[in-house]
T-cell receptor, first 114, second 109 residues
């Protein structure tokens, strides 16, 4: 049973560039959430996708956008990268209507903005 | 006040010791709570769910005090492999998980 997968593992970008991160949910899960984890902090909720729609959004600027595909996989896009966007980006999946809070995390994408 | 607050530690304990972490939350409407474990540079992994007054799983016991709005995690007979950061989680009014900053535990031989 495949768990949550994310790509790429690591990424280095320059300030002002754009980046796309990808996530495939755990088998049987239909809901994907994205979190940002800065060094020494707990993960911060960015947004959640369910039925290909953004269901809830955290306190992140519009530079952060996302998408969910019919196969439940998801992308996170960040435009106009800032140095402060350097973080571990975690994708979490769950069964949206049955166990909305038991979220399982992927290994993350470590983004460095220089 | 932050939504979920934890003592960051670090907690340094010898093998075999009992250690307890506390966490306070601000949203009194929260119904379920979680403890996640995160190893260095890895993803958080669900350790325990707490839906009522408490939950026990082997050496781990989680307790919930709704009146005081705090959750605790007790680890008995600590192992070297328990060394990690423990994250307290309380969902908000929607579907997002609110994480504390985490409590660092180091179990020493």
């Amino acid at each position: 049973d495949a768990g949550v997968t994310q790509s790429p593992t690591h990424l280095i970008k320059t300030r002002g560039q754009q980046v796309t991160l990808r996530c495939s949910p755990k088998s049987g899960h239909d809901t994907v959430s994205w979190y940002q984890q800065a060094l020494g902090q707990g993960p911060q909720f960015i947004f959640q996708y369910y039925e290909e729609e953004e269901r809830q959004r955290g306190n992140f600027p519009d530079r952060f956008s996302g998408h969910q595909f019919p196969n439940y996989s998801s992308e996170l896009n960040v435009n106009a990268l800032l140095l402060g966007d350097s973080a571990l980006y975690l994708c979490a999946s769950t069964r949206g209507t049955l166990d909305p809070y038991e979220q399982y995390f992927g290994p993350g994408t470590r983004l460095t903005v220089t | 006040r932050k939504e979920v607050e934890q003592d960051p530690g670090p907690f340094n304990v010898p093998e075999g010791a009992t250690v307890a972490f506390n966490c306070t939350y601000s949203n009194s409407a929260s119904q379920s709570f979680f403890w996640y474990r995160q190893d260095c540079r890895k993803e958080p992994k669900l350790l325990m769910s707490v839906y009522s007054s408490g939950n026990e799983d082997g050496r781990f016991t989680a307790q919930l005090n709704r009146a005081s709005q705090y959750i605790s995690l007790l680890i008995r007979d600590s192992k070297l492999s328990d060394s990690a950061t423990y994250l307290c989680v309380a969902p908000n009014s929607g579907y997002a998980l609110n994480f504390g900053k985490g409590t660092s535990l180091l179990v020493t031989p």
